[in-house]
């Protein structure tokens, strides 16, 4: 017999999930409190990686239907939500957000929706990249440096360089300046 699953987060301790849990049985579906998961973590760290939500999946059997008041409580990143949710569904288990009216996210309404989901979060990444070389070219032409500032000076940089050129090893050079090896070789690709 099918048996239903909550799964509560939020991000912080002075936060609560009594609203998610309330909001769940409104819907009508009657949970055993021993099957309403509650976690305070945020959602950035991805849901298998997140304790309790580890649990729960091991718990899961085929034909569980797991509810979740909103997306963004299975994780912030479309693509993290969508491997959630495709992974589960690997397992049998039906996967139902509120928010989107309730919808069992591994049908067929629900794989569209997580494909408009994911073709719009890939979308805001896109233009987020586009945003960020844009101001990147900006900063260049404007002529400021970018990067992470050398741990040698200039006049250190040239010691490097001569005395690579003699065939000084990069080990030799990052103990003499107290840099790391990968700082005497960065030295060498700005030449």
Not at 42 to 70: H, N, Q
Not at 90 to 98: M, S, T
Request: charged content about 25%.
């Amino acid at each position: 017999m099918a048996r239903t699953f909550a799964y509560c987060r939020v991000s912080t301790a002075d936060q609560t999930t009594d609203n998610q849990v309330r909001e769940i049985e409104a819907a009508g579906f009657g949970i055993e409190p021993r099957r309403v998961i509650v976690e305070t973590v945020s959602g950035s760290v991805a849901a298998m990686e997140r304790k309790g939500f580890a649990k729960l999946v091991d718990r899961l059997e085929e034909g569980d239907v797991l509810i979740v008041t909103k997306l963004d409580r299975l994780g912030r990143n479309a693509i993290d939500v969508r491997g959630t949710v495709e992974a589960l569904a690997g397992q049998g288990v039906r996967v139902h957000c509120l928010a989107l009216g309730g919808v069992d996210l591994t049908s067929a309404a629900g794989k569209m929706t997580m494909g408009v989901l994911s073709a719009v979060a890939e979308f805001e990444r896109d233009l987020l990249i586009e945003r960020t070389q844009a101001g990147l070219l900006r900063a260049k032409a404007e002529g400021k440096a970018l990067g992470r500032p050398s741990a040698l000076t200039g006049e250190q940089q040239q010691s490097v360089l001569t005395s690579r050129a003699q065939g000084v090893s990069l080990g030799i050079l990052a103990k003499q300046y107290g840099v790391s090896r990968a700082a005497i070789q960065r030295v060498e690709k700005r030449r």
